[in-house]
T-cell receptor, first 116, second 113 residues
Framework: EPEVTQTPSHQVTQMGQEVILRCVPISNHLYFYWYRQILGQKVEFLVSFYNNEISEKSEIFDDQFSVERPDGSNFTLKIRSTKLEDSAMYFC??????????????FGDGTRLSIL | RKEVEQDPGPFNVPEGATVAFNCTYSNSASQSFFWYRQDCRKEPKLLMSVYSSGNEDGRFTAQLNRASQYISLLIRDSKLSDSATYLCVVNEGDGGSQGNLIFGKGTKLSVKP
């Protein structure tokens, strides 16, 4: 069964440094997403991406965050200057969509980001 | 503010028991509804979509009440492997958005031998 893959599985970074989290969505999917989950809290939407541009973003996704699809397969999340509160599990997801009824999103196994 | 509310549990049940989870959602424009399960420190995995007429997948039955904005999940003959956190998930808006998901905090289920 096709799956979303994410690398690295764990990233440890000093505060203020830049990090790039990588994702390879399922190959025939058109919609891509990033979510995060702070330990013990619920999963929160960050950003959605379709047709090579951001579709929507949450208030969490401020100017420190950016996303890119540099080639036909990778989808990346960059945090320019990390803060302690960026420590979380970051999940990439992808889906197809059929009209007004959205197909389920399939999640990668996440990158655990630890900011020191 | 768009929210999904769930009883956090934990629900501690013996093997073979039937257990039901409920959730409510605040956004009446939501069009798509799902149950995901999440094991400790793992990614959410789709359990089932929830359709307006209700649907069943083996031991799992999901119901949707749009008027009350209420979703339920019933697990019959529970197994040890059903132990997980069950996430009620709705999409944020109607066809004008890209289906960003709003997650509940989850209901923790622990099935005991």
């Amino acid at each position: 069964e096709p799956e979303v893959t994410q690398t690295p599985s764990h990233q440890v970074t000093q505060m203020g440094q830049e990090v790039i989290l990588r994702c390879v969505p399922i190959s025939n999917h058109l919609y891509f997403y990033w979510y995060r989950q702070i330990l013990g809290q619920k999963v929160e939407f960050l950003v959605s991406f379709y047709n090579n541009e951001i579709s929507e973003k949450s208030e969490i996704f401020d100017d420190q965050f950016s996303v890119e699809r540099p080639d036909g397969s990778n989808f990346t999340l960059k945090i320019r200057s990390t803060k302690l509160e960026d420590s979380a599990m970051y999940f990439c997801a992808s889906s197809t969509s059929a009209g007004r009824v959205y197909q389920p999103q399939h999640f990668g196994d996440g990158t655990r980001l630890s900011i020191l | 503010r768009k929210e999904v509310e769930q009883d956090p549990g934990p629900f501690n049940v013996p093997e073979g028991a039937t257990v039901a989870f409920n959730c409510t959602y605040s956004n009446s424009a939501s069009q798509s509804f799902f149950w995901y399960r999440q094991d400790c420190r793992k990614e959410p995995k789709l359990l089932m979509s929830v359709y307006s007429s209700g649907n069943e997948d083996g031991r799992f039955t999901a119901q949707l009440n749009r008027a009350s904005q209420y979703i339920s999940l019933l697990i019959r003959d529970s197994k040890l492997s059903d132990s997980a956190t069950y996430l009620c998930v709705v999409n944020e808006g109607d066809g004008g958005s890209q289906g960003n998901l709003i997650f509940g905090k989850g209901t923790k289920l622990s099935v005991k031998p």
